[in-house]
């Protein structure tokens, strides 16, 4: 095995906040516009005829679920275990909303069933409260308003960085769970 010391730790923590920081970015616009794109397609249209797009992100709404929640979950261990960013208080519940998920979606995915969107939705819709709470709280940062009152705690409100002026960890799981919602509502209301 190949120890790595602290300043590779370091290199590879500051390109993944960057990357993941403009992933983010793009994601969070990407969703903007898909959410312009389902008003504009279902309830302002003349034709009432499925659009294509929201038909197809209904049939793959499983693996997409899937590999979105994998992806975060595997980054936050990453993060947490390898890279020892200690979460908080408020990342343990958003991770509590986004590891469940993991597990719903992949037996839901091997036995083709729908029937856990609902689960996932409550689930990623308390998710996204949290997250965008906690994002607000680090955005606005108050060294005087720590979230933890234990010594031993990591504070809530100070974030662990901030990309772009206003990326960060809480906002990635925002975007996450922006993004799992819209799926979800899509896989609901088209049935692929």
Not at 18 to 46: P, Q
Not at 112 to 137: C, E, M, Q, T
């Amino acid at each position: 095995l190949i120890e790595c010391n602290y300043m590779d730790k370091e290199l590879i923590a500051s390109f993944l906040n960057h990357y993941l920081s403009l992933a983010t970015m793009i994601g969070g616009g990407a969703l903007v516009l898909l959410v312009c794109y389902i008003s504009f397609a279902v309830y302002f249209r003349e034709d009432r005829r499925e659009p294509v797009l929201l038909k197809a992100i209904s049939e793959y709404v499983l693996p997409l679920g899937f590999f979105a929640t994998l992806g975060g979950t595997l980054l936050s261990l990453f993060y947490s275990d390898y890279l020892f960013y200690v979460p908080c208080s408020l990342c343990w519940y958003q991770r509590v909303f986004l590891y469940s998920q993991v597990f719903l979606f992949g037996l839901a995915w091997y036995k083709k069933d729908r029937n856990i969107l609902p689960y996932s939705l409550l689930l990623s819709l308390v998710g996204f409260i949290v997250a965008l709470d906690h994002h607000i709280l680090q955005i606005g940062y108050n060294a005087y308003a720590p979230c933890s009152t234990a010594p031993f705690a990591v504070d809530c409100s100070k974030p662990s960085f901030i990309e772009f002026g206003f990326v960060t960890f809480p906002l990635m799981s925002t975007v996450l769970f922006g993004f799992l919602i819209v799926i979800v509502v899509l896989g609901k209301k088209f049935r692929g």
